[in-house]
């Protein structure tokens, strides 16, 4: 039996890495990458022959402009013009080219800003997104949406998965540019060197938050992937067929940090800075569309930290930043 060839769309990044990963364990495919030198996935010419040549049976499309906060504020144009081209030049080059299962990765970023929590897939479109990052998130939902399209009209398999925040190997840690976790590992793992008696963390604390470790979203985007088509209609609808991938279990941000503090070994004080922002109060995911397809997570969060720490210890001097 002649294995899949499976092309992962951004097989550097944090969660393409763990797809990988995740494939290779399995076995019995063949998996394709492409580095960004090797093929410009916003050039429709380039990922139009790519697929021509490749013979591809199935995609994971984790290929993606991501940032932070001021990287989104800073160059918004970039962010919506660069994914939509990404991920329209792929589906369409995969559709063109006889791929009959995609799988496109999002974004909880996709509800809006005042979404009732946990959010559930169908709040989708029913009301204003967060202004710092509207247009990645709009491409994101435009992602959904071709997969939707695409499927209706041509009756390929094209779903989507839309994570929680995420956090493992391959991280960001970035001084300026990185989320909570890294972020909050760096400076914990730097005030330990420095022998430091506090840590500052902005806000009070109190906003609320879910945390997944990517090689669970990896483990979720497989399982997905290889549902049957019955099974995955189950609990998707044709114009509403994305699933949600988290814990279901948040924390707050003290809670966090005080984690952060024994996995890393930091035994000072924490403080919070009650004049910094805190942010939106709560972002669940309500993932019981996934529970009920037979997948839920399995790493705690400290266990998933702790992976992620000694991740960073053996590559510090490679993501100092």
């Not at 990963?21 to 580095?35: A, D, F, K, M, P």
């Not at 080219?97 to 799988?103: E, F, N, P, S, T």
């Not at 569309?289 to 998933?304: D, K, N, P, V, Y």
Request: proline share 3%.
């Amino acid at each position: 039996m002649t294995s899949k060839r499976i092309f992962v769309a951004g097989h550097r990044g944090m969660v393409g890495s763990a797809i990988v990963r995740q494939l290779e364990q399995l076995g019995n495919c063949e998996i394709v990458t492409r580095s960004r030198q090797d093929l410009d996935m916003v050039n429709q010419a380039q990922v139009t022959a790519f697929f021509a040549e490749q013979q591809i049976d199935e995609v994971y499309l984790a290929a993606a402009k991501v940032g932070g906060i001021h990287a989104n504020n800073t160059y918004p144009a970039e962010f919506i013009y660069e994914n939509l081209m990404i991920e329209a030049n792929i589906i369409q080059a995969a559709y063109q080219h006889g791929v009959k299962k995609l799988l496109f990765l999002g974004s909880s970023c996709i509800y809006p800003k005042l979404a009732e929590q946990p959010m559930q897939e169908s709040a989708l479109l029913t009301g204003v997104l967060e202004a710092t990052n509207e247009p990645y998130a709009i491409a994101k939902i435009a992602g959904i949406k071709l997969c939707e399209s695409y499927s209706r009209q041509y009756g390929v398999d094209y779903r989507s998965v839309m994570p929680t925040n995420l956090y493992g190997t391959n991280d960001n840690f970035h001084p300026e540019n990185s989320h909570v976790i890294p972020a909050m590992m760096r400076r914990f793992h730097e005030a330990k060197l420095a022998e430091a008696s506090e840590v500052v963390i902005w806000g009070t604390g109190t906003p609320m938050r879910e945390f997944l470790h990517v090689d669970d979203m990896a483990a979720a985007s497989v399982h997905v992937m290889n549902l049957s088509a019955e099974r995955y209609a189950e609990q998707t609808e044709p114009m509403l067929s994305h699933i949600n991938v988290g814990t279901g279990i948040d924390c707050t941000i003290r809670e966090l940090a005080e984690t952060m503090a024994r996995v890393v070994g930091f035994d000072g004080q924490l403080v919070f800075d009650t004049s910094k922002p805190d942010g939106t109060p709560r972002k669940l995911m309500d993932v019981s569309r996934l529970r009920a397809l037979g997948w839920q997570a399995s790493t705690s969060l400290e266990a998933g930290l702790a992976s992620t720490y000694g991740w960073y210890l053996e590559n510090i001097d490679s993501v100092r930043g």
